[in-house]
């Protein structure tokens, strides 16, 4: 169990290409830390760094409270767990589990032990004597896992572990691997590029865009009050819808419309307000029209995507809430609106 | 009777067709086998007259009574200028050749295509090209350095002499620098992680997944290395180092005024010195096939 510590963490790609940005962030002992952003953000990058696998151009490194900069992979004390799962193919998995100890030089009848409790917490006590191209994606999945865990290592590193699964499994291993970690307490980066990974797994999520962190926090505060209108987007399924208004004296206004809210943040003239799609309730009277071009129906929710004053905009209503195509009207919960600045896409 | 609602039975139409295609095929085929097939037919029923027959009449299709004698004699009986070397000796060198020969290259190129694929050489790239374009220089274009180096580190008439100068394998670099380059480059990190060094990850890991393909060039390069004439004709005087294939010909010519060329005795040879080969495609074709096709990763 450690702490990891980033100072100042840069990565410049000998081709010259700057994959990360300088950062710093620190990961508390025992934490479940999700990385989040879209493709070619970093995010492999950043673990690969931590990992050793990669080198850090500039900044210092820390875990525990070791300087891990020029530390070999091995001698880290983490585990990884790779998309492709990268199992040696030709070793059954008793083997493929226990060759982590094997080359520690701990002798065999300990590694059996060890294997064997590893084999038992992942449920693949029958599979031990199988080759990986004998298992399952879920269970090569686990074997992955196995090798992570039976090193009982400070850190578990995680890159996008589930992608490769259907969705039901990927639910399951979600909930299967996070109990996992909270059993065993190891602190742990995980890296996705799913949001919804991110937000049921993570105790932070540290959201990343071309390199950069947008945000950094729980779940919770990234949903709620997303630093960004990146993050906005990003995050939350379907995303927050984005539309230009315009503060004045405290209130806002949407462009279009006269109806005014009381604004959230200090501030005047043009802005684009955010609200989540499940903040806003469909009104008859309402006076802000919204017209409904699509209806999709997700069983306990129903999206209606449509637009107002011509920008796209997206409503999500209960299931047994009544909606058709068309134009109606809707009212937004006021304490649920977000400020952005137009330019940058901060936070107001 | 009139009463024929049933159903009448669907006249099925004799349809034996020959199928000209798949007979055209079979004719070739079998045609390619038996061109393939005479000449080492005719050497061993030629193999069996004595060498007066032989040398009077030509090849011979036909069984003689000396087939048992003729290959004793290339076998057992000591031969050659000194008298000392039977055809058993002859074909353990041949045996040595050959898999020394396929050995050594399997392990230069695969240490050389590891050290390419795995490690950040500066010229990797250039390295291996370099290595490729040693396709263009064949033993046979030089063969003169080659010689006077073996000779000036007095290698001459040893195995040593006979094997190192021809296992650098550009072939076998390539293939297993492919290999190597379609082995996922997780796997390598996994083993980084696991605590596996170079040295290990190369014997526990890729070692392993080349199996095939190692089987599949060891295959090629032993029958390569069995064939070798040039060569060994060179390096090795000494009768005792004599391979098969060499072993032919030195019967052919002892040749004195009053003697005949045991011909006999030289086709059976030439049949022993078919046989190894043959065995080992036949018995490892299956590797072969799979570790030029797939691979398992
Ligand atoms: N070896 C390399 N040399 C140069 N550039 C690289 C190298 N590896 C990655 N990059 C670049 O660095 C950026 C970040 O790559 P990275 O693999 O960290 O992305 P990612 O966030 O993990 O994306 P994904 O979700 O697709 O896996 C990408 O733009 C990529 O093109
Ligand atoms: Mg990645």
């Not at chain 1, 917490?121 to 865990?149: F, I, W």
């Not at chain 2, 170079?198 to 199996?211: A, C, G, H």
Request: proline fraction near 5%.
């Amino acid at each position: 169990m450690a702490q990891v510590s980033l100072e100042g963490i840069r990565k410049v790609y000998p081709n010259g290409y700057n994959a990360v940005e300088t950062t710093s962030f620190n990961i508390r002992d025992g934490e479940f830390v999700v990385l989040v952003g879209p493709s070619g953000c970093g995010k492999s990058t950043l673990l690969r760094m931590i990992a050793g696998l990669e080198d850090i151009t500039e900044g210092v490194l820390k875990i525990g409270d070791r300087v891990v900069n020029d530390v070999d992979p091995a001698d880290r004390d983490i585990a990884m767990v790779f998309q492709n799962y990268a199992l040696y193919p030709h070793m059954t998995v008793r083997k493929n589990i226990g060759y982590g100890l094997k080359n520690r030089g701990i002798p065999a009848s300990e590694i059996d032990a060890k294997v064997q409790d590893a084999a038992k917490m992942l449920n693949l006590t029958e599979y031990l004597d199988r080759k990986p191209a004998q298992l399952s994606g879920g269970q090569r999945q686990r074997v992955a896992m196995g090798r992570a865990v039976v090193r009982d290592p400070a850190l578990f590193l995680f890159d996008e572990p589930l992608s490769n699964l259907d969705a039901k499994l990927r639910n399951q291993m979600r909930i299967e691997i996070k109990a996992l970690q909270r059993r065993l307490g190891t602190t742990a980066v995980y890296v996705t590029h799913d949001q919804v990974e991110a937000m049921t797994m993570a105790d932070r999520i540290i959201v990343l865009n071309a390199g950069r962190i947008e945000q950094i926090g729980t779940p919770s505060e990234i949903y709620h009050n997303p630093a960004s209108t990146f993050v906005a987007s990003f995050m939350g399924a379907p995303p927050m819808n984005l539309i230009d208004a315009q503060v004045d004296q405290g209130q806002v206004r949407i462009n279009g419309y006269n109806r005014v809210m009381p604004a959230p943040a200090a501030h005047s003239g043009p802005v684009t307000m955010g609200i989540r799609p499940e903040d806003v309730t469909l009104n008859a009277d309402g006076d802000i029209r919204f017209h409904v071009d699509i209806l999709e129906e997700l069983g306990a929710h129903r999206l209606l995507h449509g637009a107002i004053a011509d920008q796209p905009f997206t409503v999500m209503v209960n299931k047994d809430h009544a909606a058709d195509i068309g134009e109606t009207g809707i009212s937004l919960k006021p304490d649920a609106l977000r400020l952005f600045d137009m330019e940058t896409g901060q936070k107001l | 009777m009139a009463d024929t609602t049933l159903e009448t039975p669907a006249v099925i139409p004799h349809r034996r067709k020959i199928r000209w295609g798949t007979v055209g095929d079979h004719a070739v085929l079998i045609l390619g086998s038996l061109l393939m097939i005479l000449p080492p037919l005719l050497a061993l029923t030629t193999a069996s007259h004595d060498a007066v027959t032989i040398h009077r009449e030509g090849l011979q299709l036909t069984l003689g009574d000396d087939l048992g004698k003729n290959f004793h004699a290339a076998m057992f009986e000591k031969g050659g200028f000194t008298q000392t070397v039977d055809g058993m000796l002859m074909l353990m060198n041949s045996f040595i050749l050959g898999v020394g020969f396929a050995v050594g290259k399997i392990v230069i190129s695969m240490m050389a295509a590891y050290a390419i694929v795995y490690f950040r050489l500066r010229f990797a790239t250039l390295a291996f090209w370099i290595i490729f374009t040693t396709l263009l220089l064949p033993l046979e274009v030089r063969i003169l350095p080659s010689y006077e180096a073996i000779q000036k580190l007095g290698l001459t008439n040893t195995y040593t002499g006979l094997i190192v100068p021809l296992i650098a394998s550009a072939t076998g670099t390539f293939f297993f620098r492919q290999f190597f380059m379609s082995v996922p480059e997780e796997l390598a990190e996994a083993a980084r992680i696991d605590g596996a060094g170079p040295w290990k990850f190369f014997v526990d890991i890729l070692v392993p997944l080349s199996q095939t393909m190692i089987a599949a060039i060891f295959i090629i390069m032993f029958v390569f290395g069995w064939n070798q004439y040039l060569w060994p004709t060179l390096i090795t005087t000494d009768e005792s180092f004599f391979t098969l294939v060499r072993g032919i010909k030195q019967i052919v010519l002892s040749y004195t005024d009053s003697q005949i060329p045991e011909h006999g005795q030289a086709l059976a040879l030439a049949i022993v010195a078919m046989i190894p080969p043959v065995v080992i495609v036949v018995f490892f074709q299956n590797w072969f096939v799979k570790g030029l096709t797939e691979s398992d990763k």
